[in-house]
């Protein structure tokens, strides 16, 4: 039997990045995503998805050779831009996602685990990381949940301790992505014992190189759409002092600075999941017939299509809109990047769940495009601060903003 027609086979280059041409945007922009979209059609097509590790390695190696991760790290460590461009990364993830959501998750990991050290590293940690993750050639990892501080990031447990020569680490972290694979880890731990066992203002932040003694993966985790996922285990873990990034106590506002900005990649990820199940709506309503008709003429299916393009387009306007306040009018971010992540995420599991009703029992067939979404959408609800936090901290900062 062939396969069925997917959007990816239909797919005509021009109406695809449509979208893009709005004024959040430079030119620049727009040719990444052309470029990025092209290169996508062959470089990803039929991963092997049966080793993830494997796949995983492999894509960072292609995505660096072909120069795409150096929109992870600043021009000055061989990178694109001068700073991290928001844009760039929506871009970048959003493409990737509509493509191939691994892609995107390789992608996203070598940006947010190096993001503390591109804000906060010295001369030396800049250099000795940050053009290996541009090539591809280092993996990061960004460690901050563990398995009873993952929203209430300020309730972590893991400890650092100061000996004179090094920070020493104790303690737990988990759903850490990339764990496993990595070849290093910006690890957030507290070097304060506060009163009720929470606070910010002790939090550190450390590189820890993997094969750093003291530093094992105690748990693989499997999810339901699969990628290397891992606990780790600190036990008596010794790194170098200048392995701190930025100041002592200075590591839950970098936690958080660094989520300010790839928030809004996330949406934008949600954004690439969701474009993907409304072209594959799309190829649906055309070409099955039921009733005498085809899907797409029945007046049903219209306003579910039209429903999917319009919180589609919701959620870009968002989103892109965060991306840009940073990258031009500069300053916190934090409510914008929130309400997108919020809105990206929540609507795209909605418009992949309407993609999927319309293909019927081919939406729920194992290896189908549909079903592949609706499994990569689940965590990107969760990860990276829940639609709750989020939510909370929209809330928050309208409050803090109308206080006298
Ligand atoms: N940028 C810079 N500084 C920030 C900041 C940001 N985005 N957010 C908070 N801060 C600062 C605050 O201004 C405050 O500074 P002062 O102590 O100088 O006043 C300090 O950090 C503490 O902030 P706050 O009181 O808001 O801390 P909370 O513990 O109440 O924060 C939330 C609670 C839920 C907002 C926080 O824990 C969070 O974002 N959790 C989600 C974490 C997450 O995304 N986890 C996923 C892990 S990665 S997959």
């Not at 936690?255 to 790839?262: E, R």
């Not at 393009?309 to 919701?314: F, K, L, V, W």
């Not at 809105?343 to 029992?361: F, K, P, Y």
């Amino acid at each position: 039997m062939s396969p069925a027609p997917t959007a990816e086979s239909q797919a005509s280059p021009l109406p695809r990045l449509a979208h893009l041409a709005l004024p959040f945007f430079d030119d620049r922009h727009r040719s990444l995503a052309h470029d990025l979209d092209r290169w996508a059609v062959d470089a990803l097509a039929g991963l092997d998805h049966h080793d993830n590790d494997a796949a995983c390695r492999g894509l960072v190696r292609i995505l660096g050779a072909a120069g795409w991760l150096r929109h992870c790290v600043p021009a000055a460590w061989g990178g694109a831009s001068e700073q991290l461009d928001s844009r760039a990364l929506v871009v970048c993830r959003e493409t990737l996602a509509r493509h191939e959501g691994l892609a995107d998750f390789a992608f996203a990991m070598q940006g947010l685990g190096s993001g503390p050290i591109s804000l906060a590293g010295s001369p030396a940690l800049r250099a000795r990381w940050l053009p290996a993750v541009a090539r591809g050639d280092s993996i990061a990892a960004f460690a901050l949940s563990e398995p009873d501080a993952g929203s209430d990031v300020a309730a972590m447990a893991c400890r650092a301790r100061d000996d004179g020569s090094h920070w020493v680490l104790d303690g737990e972290k988990t759903w850490i992505s990339n764990g496993g694979i990595a070849d290093f880890y910006c690890v957030f731990a507290r070097a304060d014992e506060p009163e009720g066992g929470r606070g910010t203002r002790g939090i550190c932040a450390f590189v820890v190189p993997a094969g750093t003694p003291g530093l094992t993966v105690a748990e693989r985790i499997e999810t339901i759409a699969p990628h290397p996922l891992a606990r780790l285990r600190f036990t008596d873990c010794r790194v170098p002092q200048d392995h701190l990034l930025g100041e002592v106590g200075s590591g839950f506002k970098l936690a958080m600075q660094t989520l300010d900005i790839f928030r809004a990649s996330v949406a934008a990820a949600a954004l690439g999941f969701a474009r993907r199940a409304l072209d594959e709506a799309l190829v649906q309503a055309r070409g099955r017939r039921m009733l005498g008709a085809t899907l797409a003429d029945l007046q049903l299916t219209q306003a579910t299509l039209g429903d999917m393009a319009t919180d589609i387009d919701a959620a870009a306007l968002l989103t892109y809109r965060a991306a840009w306040q940073r990258d031009v009018l500069g300053g916190r971010t934090t409510r914008s990047a929130a309400m997108a992540k919020l809105v990206a995420t929540e609507s795209a599991q909605q418009v992949i769940d309407r993609a999927l009703q319309l293909h019927g029992g081919r939406g729920v067939q194992v290896g189908s495009m549909v079903e592949r979404l609706y499994r990569e959408i689940r965590a990107l609800r969760i990860y990276e601060g829940a639609s709750e936090v989020q939510r909370l901290i929209v809330g928050r900062d309208l409050l803090a903003a109308a206080t006298p």
